[in-house]
């Protein structure tokens, strides 16, 4: 729509604010999110964050060759030296008393990180004692984490031949020890530290070690007579972690000031050894005060976060956490700082001792290998925090002052807040998600903590998947066990997001009982809506597909919480409380009944006329899954279904698609439950279908056409709709009737089965491909089933409903008569197979089509090994009630109440009468007539093949009863959930007044108030003429009807069934698509709906269906549908009708519609329901509407030359306030002027023109132009009136009567004649005239070419 403004007025870009203000307010139709989406759910995020394989470190070997008081013979040591092992002097003691007391040490520092495991400490060893060691722990370790701790500062380096050193048993030599062995002892998983000089030699040798094995491996497993695959198995060592304190080629420190273990002293007691280190930094002397002595006293204990040393520690682990989310890729993170408690925090100490230790030339190694993290700026954090609570201790220890705490949680949240506020889309994550995590520990900052929480998992799943993957969930489903009330909004928020985009997390919540929670805060009045909602959805995820989540939301009472809600004024709320319903009586009979006991279905029956789509949707949903229970079926459950039924029965046209949709799956459900009277009934119609020619334009029986709904005119010029895309032509629509001639099918024992309708209803087997309903090919075509369809008339249903109630037509399902609630949901499943919205007719078709396969070409005795768990079936009546089969695989046999029993209710001869044509009973072999669906057990999985079958039967596919319900769905349920794991507080796109929509909009606005001042400046200066044409072009079809853009140069013709779309300055043909109506139907009306704005399409046909399109006219889309119902029932397609006549009024988003009926029907496109039905009061058609908002008027021009208007805020019996019978004639149009003293214009066939003044019984004013008019059109603004006649030629007069331009030849063109006019119409502003003729041509006139 790259319109030039300056072209539409040269030189006028003024315009006035009052007028560009119009367009704002005005409503937008069809541009909701079910307009514009595709109904389905998310494509769900791979989900890594959850633990495959949570590990423990059970056991510890503690393994220390100090040897004390001798000095090995490789490393020459500085005097003084560090001599500090484990913060004792060795030298302070006895030498083995030392030793004891730094392997008890070393032991207790262990302790505090891994208090659990089992700790084995081997002082100055030998190799067998290691060894004896390893192999112990190892075998009692099973497939849990060992941890081997080696310190070597009393014996030699390692060896690059990749060995460590030990002792013999009398201490006079170092006994080598190869890492090979070592690796053999301890297995996998294990994690390895060795703090030794030149450490970095052992994990250089331990990788190649690790590499021989796998070599190893491989060999044994390729040739098994090698040597090696004779021995026992290496263990693989891919999962094993090692630490070390340095390089290979460097020295510990041997700074006195430091302990000779500095790598264990950072990896066991961090906050001591960082302290110390700050200290000896030269910035240390900026805290005054501060001695090492000092820091032994700080009080308090490391696992309390109130006191100094606890808080510091919680930093500490705060720090290091997120350095290393940072730093580390996502899965090494999960591996090295989420599996295991231990290896995450001697890895998060790992961290500081890079830190510590690189300061004295030496770099710890790890394996997997890190990022270098020692530079990273959270450091100075941590520097800070201690500069803090370093500079208040001489107070606190001297004077007993209050500690004052870190402000280091708050600042990292402020700092939280600030990435979340000043928010760009494509930035990196927030480095503070982990700090967010440890602060949900504080109850001082776990309000703040949430609410930020919350705020980021709303930016989307791609946040809520980084909060998963730092570690979040165990922490936020702990905090459900908390009373606090302030958290409940916060908390469901938050679970809400997580579960829209991980819903397996619903079993750990039934598990926590975290269920309750949620069932708590739904049950709480003073919750706001929006919050309950999102706990509906909660429970709603809780109870999808999942047994346990259904048990236990129904012993917590789920349905009368939900039950209470039905009726809330949020319409969100009532939306997931009912798919809630729908989700937890799915396939449960118990929450079935408990919804029976509190009148569920009746409860719900409001919500089926509810004024918001979706609630309607999620309203059939719930019933949908309320009727679609497996389970076995009384009398009562029969009588409940067949309500539900009918109360469904009475959405089939419902304005909106995706209710119809979900009306088809619910309807689907009662097919599956009851298949053998529906297969009774199918035949019914078949047979009737057969034997009745239906006299109409529709008649085209030829065998093996195209579905009209999908064929499209041969023009090759057709774009592809995308709506069509997805549709399968039925390409060879076989003919019933001779399926059924020549189907004869043999058995194995030679004895063919011949099919009489008496035993083709009763049996159902699994699909075979023979026109399976997964082929391309349908037994019933679009033309069967149309046929079907008004032999049938619908309309017989809605006059059953209305004369008699429904309880007239609930008859017991004794016999399947006419008007049984069986042939009922029959017709209502025909029509819908008709819907003009292809994705509700598609279903429709399939469901129709997997009944008729049954009833027809799959319909064969089934064949069950006849074994003790068997009985013969008994002959069937519908008096014999115990007919029981029991079902394979010795469950109890299912009890048969009247429509349980595959016979009952179905009027056919009995089995005995078919029973010459059965096969002897081979050896043990008996034929059961059962529907295939009634030998599964209750308890099916989804897609089970059901009871073994004889091999013939083999082949057949997954079963037919769940060939319907496995197939059919809507991803209505899914699509709602996307809501959730979408942005619920960001600003949509049109309020940012800087997004580029904004921007599009207003750029529209100012072009629609410049088009309006230049129609305004026009009509002041008058139109003296009008026939120069600006435009000819040969249009594909016909044109039936034109319609000018009102803003933009384009002009849309339609013919019978497609529609042109050209732009008019450019003369260029934009479009052209099919519209996708029947064959026997044409569009005799289209609108613009939005056309201010983001323009839609409207067409309308004379089978009284409406469609809406989009991206008409757009070179880079497809023309799509947006929507399509049928706007008037019972109209039948006829030659000379009015068709369909619509009149749109953007103010209120309502349509007006009419046509070949009695009533004017009014629909509210918003609700996309039928508001209002005015009967016309008259026995013709009405041939034209138009209506004026302002004054809620309504003026109709009728066959019967009679003009009415109606007030459509009266009720239905007084709405018609005035009849004009002043014409004696056809009345081509009706006009009612817009504004408070509008009056109403009106030209019959004849020519002649009335006036009427809505308050007078007489006209105002009367002229009389040319006879014999064929299309007439009225300009709103400038008083002119446009004839087209037979007799080939155009007048246009203005409104005195004086005729302003005659016009009878084409310019150009050799000044040929115009063809008879078959439509024409005035541009709504510009003095424009658009005329089709029946030569196939389309051309435009506007008045004298200087006024354009």
Known sequence: MDVDLQNIVPGCTEVDEADLATDWHLLLAYMKKRHTEKIEGSKSLAQSWRMKDRMKTVSVALVLCLNVGVDPPDVVKTTPCARLECWIDPLSMSPQKALETIGANVQKQYEN?????????????????????????????????????????????????GEIWVFNKNYTQYIPLSIYDLQTWMGSPSIFVYDCSNAGIIVKSFKQFALQREQELEVAAINPNHPLAQMPLPPSMKNCIQLAACEANELLPMNPDLPADLFTSCLTTPIKIALRWFCMQKSATLVPGVTLDLIEKIPGRLNDRRTPLGELNWIFTAITDTIAWNVLPRDLFQKLFRQD????????NFLLA???????????????RLPPTYMHAMWQAWDLAVDICLSQLPTIIEEGTAFRHSPFFAEQLTAFQVWLTMGVENRNPPEQLPIVLQVLLSQVHRLRALDLLGRFLDLGPWAVSLALSVGIFPYVLKLLQSSARELRPLLVFIWAKILAVDSSCQADLVKDNGHKYFLSVLADPYMPAEHRTMTAFILAVIVNSYNIGQEACLQGNLIAICLEQLNDPH???????????????????????????????????????????????????????????????????????????????????????????????ALSHLVVQYESNFCTVALQFMEEEKNYPLPSPASITEAGCLTPVRDAPSTPRLRSVSSYGNIRAATTARNLNKSLQNLSLSEETGGSITFSPGNLSTSSSASSTLGSPDNDEYILSFETIDKMRRVSSYSSLNSLIGKFGLQHLLQ??????????????????????????????????????????????????????????LTQSAPASPTNKGTHIHQVGGSPPTPSASSSSLTNGVTKPSVRETSSNRPANVGNIAIQYTPHSHQFSRTRKMFDRGPDQTADDGDDGVTHRNFISATLQTGFCDWSAKYFAQPVMKMPEEHDSESQVRKEREWRFLRNALVRKLSHRIVQKGVTRLDDQILINRNPGVPSVVRFHPYSPYIAVADKDSI???????????????????????????????????????????????????????????????????????????????????????????????????????????????????????DSCVTSLSCDSQRSLIAAGLGDGSVRVYDRRMAPSECRVMTYREHNAWVVKAYLQKGQDGNIVSVSVNGDVCFFD???????????????????????????????????????????????????????????????????????????????????????????????
């Open 1254 to 1348: 809505p308050r007078m019984p007489e006209s105002v004013k009367t002229l009389q132009l040319v006879k014999g008019l064929t299309a007439l059109d009225i300009h709103p603004r400038a008083s002119l009136f446009a004839c087209g006649s037979m007799n080939q030629f155009i007048a246009v007069y203005n409104s005195n009567g004086d005729l302003i331009s005659n016009i009878k030849y084409y310019d150009g063109f050799m000044g040929q004649r115009i063809g008879a006019i078959s439509c024409l119409a005035f541009h709504p502003y510009l003095p424009h005239l658009a005329v089709g003729s029946n030569d196939y041509y389309m051309s435009i006139y506007s008045a004298e070419k200087r006024v354009r």
């Open 354 to 368: 890079e830190r510590i230790m690189r300061s004295y030339n030496c770099t710890p190694v790890s394996s997997p």
């Open 571 to 665: 319409p969100l709320l009532r939306q997931w409380v009912a798919i809630c319903l729908g989700r937890i009586w799915q396939n449960f009979d118990a929450a079935r009944w408990c919804g029976v006991r509190d009148s569920a279905h009746e409860k719900l029956y409001s919500l089926l006329t509810d004024a918001v789509p979706e609630v309607r949707c999620s309203a059939v949903f719930a019933l949908g899954t309320f009727v679609g229970n497996s389970a076995e079926r009384t009398d009562h459950s029969t009588t409940i279904d067949h309500n539900v039924a009918m109360m469904l029965a009475q959405l089939i046209n419902d304005g909106s698609p995706i209710v119809r949709k979900e009306l088809v799956v």
């Open 1060 to 1178: 042109c779309f050209w732009d008019w300055e450019k003369a260029e043909k934009l479009d052209y698509f099919h519209n996708g109506n029947p064959r026997y139907t044409r569009i005799t009306a289209m609108e613009y709906l939005n056309g201010h704005d983001c323009s839609l399409l409207l067409s309308a046909t004379d089978d009284g269906a409406i469609r809406v399109w989009k991206n008409f006219a757009d070179l880079e889309k497809n023309p799509e549908m947006v929507t399509a119902w049928q706007g008037l029932s019972d109209m039948l397609p006829t030659t000379r009708g009015a068709g369909m006549v619509v009149d749109w009024e953007q103010e209120t988003g309502l349509l007006m519609t009419s046509g070949d009926v009695r009533i004017i029907r009014i629909w509210d496109t918003d609700r996309e329901m039928k508001v209002q039905d005015i009967p016309t009061g008259a």
């Open 812 to 869: 017991s399902s004794q016999g399947v008569s006419f008007n049984s609630v069986y042939t009922q949901i029959w017709r209502v499943l025909l029509h819908l197979a008709a819907d003009p919205f292809p994705e509700v007719s598609d279903l429709a078709m399939k469901v129709l089509n997997n009944i008729a396969y049954k009833a027809t070409v799959n319909a064969r005795p089934q064949r069950i090994l006849d074994t003790s768990s």
């Open 341 to 348: 408690l231990l290896v995450a925090s001697l890895f998060r």
């Open 113 to 161: 990180w891994q208090p659990r495991a089992r700790y084995k400490q081997s002082l100055d060893p030998t190799v067998d004692e290691v060894k004896k060691l390893c192999t112990s722990l190892r075998r009692n370790a099973k497939e849990e984490r060992v941890l081997f701790h080696y310190n070597g500062h009393g014996v030699p380096r390692p060896t690059v031949n």
